[in-house]
């Protein structure tokens, strides 16, 4: 069955260092997103990759960084430099990155950082 | 940027009643996505429209372009639909690069 895959599901790191999420999709699809979700708060988007060795930054992409290297794969590393990391981490794709085609997620990474 | 309203923000409910989650927004869109968020995390989409209606099992959705307004009913519902419900809007125009304003989310827990 095709899907997104992220590991891992938990993830706690101490504060300073850096730290890597993986997302890996065989749907064959061209675009991929990575959303952060704090309690209260909507999905903001942090970055996306509409095709491979290309990436933009979303709404909130300080402090993150992304590679985008093979078409399945689109890790994520949060760095020292992002203030306030604690929070779940969700993964998306799509067919491409036309607005119309569905989202489809992953099941997401809860980093907790002390 | 839309603004996107979910309301109630937490909904208890007895198993078999009728449920209904809604979602406003400020800007007038070409979509609206109703997604279910499981309580392990993961996001499932449940419906994408842009006018009138869809129905997909016990889950119906319905969309009021002119009022801005969309909902989302369960009928007989189940305690296995207990989940955050989640509305985002497509504008047609603007908006982010995903092209989704999401809302925050309706947390239901059907009790059995």
């Known amino acids: 069955d095709g899907g997104i895959t992220q590991s891992p599901k938990y993830l706690f790191r101490k504060e300073g260092q850096n730290v890597t999420l993986s997302c890996e999709q065989n749907l064959n699809h061209d675009a991929m997103y990575w959303y952060r979700q704090d309690p209260g708060q909507g999905l903001r988007l942090i970055y996306y990759s509409q095709i491979v060795n290309d990436f933009q930054k979303g709404d909130i992409a300080e402090g993150y960084s992304v590679s985008r290297e093979k078409k399945e794969s689109f890790p994520l590393t949060v760095t020292s430099a992002q203030k306030n990391p604690t929070a779940f981490y969700l993964c998306?794709?799509?067919?491409?990155?036309?607005?119309?085609?569905?989202?489809?997620f992953g099941n997401g990474t809860r980093l907790t950082v002390t | 940027k839309n603004e996107v309203e979910q309301s109630p923000q937490n909904l208890t409910a007895q198993e078999g009643e009728f449920i209904t989650i809604n979602c406003s927004y400020s800007?007038?869109?070409?979509?609206l996505h109703w997604l279910q968020q499981h309580p392990g995390g993961g996001i499932v989409s449940l419906f994408m429209l842009s006018s009138g209606k869809k129905k997909h099992g016990r889950l119906i959705a319905t969309i009021n372009i002119q009022e801005k307004h969309s909902s989302l009913h369960i009928t007989a519902s189940h305690p296995r639909d207990s989940a955050v419900y989640i509305c985002a809007v497509r504008q047609g125009s603007g908006g982010g690069a995903d092209g989704l304003t999401f809302g925050k989310g309706t947390h239901l827990i059907i009790q059995p």
């Open positions: 800007v007038g869109i070409s979509a």
């Open positions: 998306a794709s799509r067919r491409d990155g036309g607005l119309d085609s569905p989202l489809h």
